[in-house]
């Protein structure tokens, strides 16, 4: 399977912005920023009509930053994600379908996991690396110190109310390849396309351990 491929996405930065664009026409400009302050990995959402657009402009542009698609909900979002020229795929869950389709597709596909079980199913499909979803939410630090017993070999990205202030503390946990956010690209900065706030933002995030 092709999993063996997302883990040196989740290790070309500590942290992987989690951006959500509604204008295609500032995805360029936006990825520019991140690489100018030392980011190489950015997880799009497809969350909005735009989000496979800037994945292309992303992917032709930027070649210094590799682009994946997030939110991925279905096989046929999997497939688009790919076709859209994403290095990576990833959810912010998992189905039965997906961890199916994402051990043949054309791109490394990444699961997501918030409880023990999920765990278990998404192992038993052959994966080792998992986003960690919602991580604030479903226990944070303490929670992927708990995996670390039972599941040795998982790995993980949390994502989900991570900040500046707290992402250090998931990196310095050895199951932890990288750690995802928001953070990085403020609704209100891209609205003003403010690159150098975002840059300064990514600098900040890319030092963080
Ligand atoms: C995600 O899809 O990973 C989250 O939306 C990111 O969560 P955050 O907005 O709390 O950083």
Redesign the pocket.
């Known amino acids: 399977m092709k999993q063996g491929g997302i883990e040196e996405f989740l290790r070309l930065s500590p942290v992987m912005p989690?951006v959500t664009i509604e204008d295609a026409g500032i995805a360029a400009d936006l990825a520019r920023a991140f690489v100018r302050g030392g980011i190489r990995v950015i997880e799009v959402?497809l969350r909005t009509p735009a989000a496979l657009q800037a994945i292309e402009a992303i992917a032709r542009a930027e070649p210094d930053i590799c682009v994946g698609a997030?939110?991925v909900l279905s096989v046929s979002d999997l497939h688009s994600a790919a076709k859209a020229g994403a290095a990576f795929a990833i959810s912010?869950g998992s189905t039965l379908a997906l961890l199916e389709a994402g051990r043949t597709s054309a791109i490394p596909y990444l699961p997501a996991v918030a409880t023990a079980s999920e765990l278990m199913n998404g192992l038993a499909a052959g994966y080792r690396c998992f986003k960690f979803?919602p991580a604030g939410a479903a226990g944070g630090i303490a929670m992927l110190k708990s995996f670390a017993g039972p599941f040795p070999d998982a790995r993980f990205c949390p994502?989900?109310?991570?900040t500046q202030d707290t992402v250090r503390s998931y990196l310095e946990l050895p199951n932890v390849l990288c750690a995802?956010?928001?953070?990085l690209s403020p609704a209100d900065a891209l609205a003003a396309r403010d690159w150098a706030r975002i840059e300064a933002l990514a600098s900040k995030a890319a030092a963080s351990l």
């Open positions: 989690v959402t997030g939110t912010p979803f994502t989900g109310g991570i995802g956010g928001s953070w």
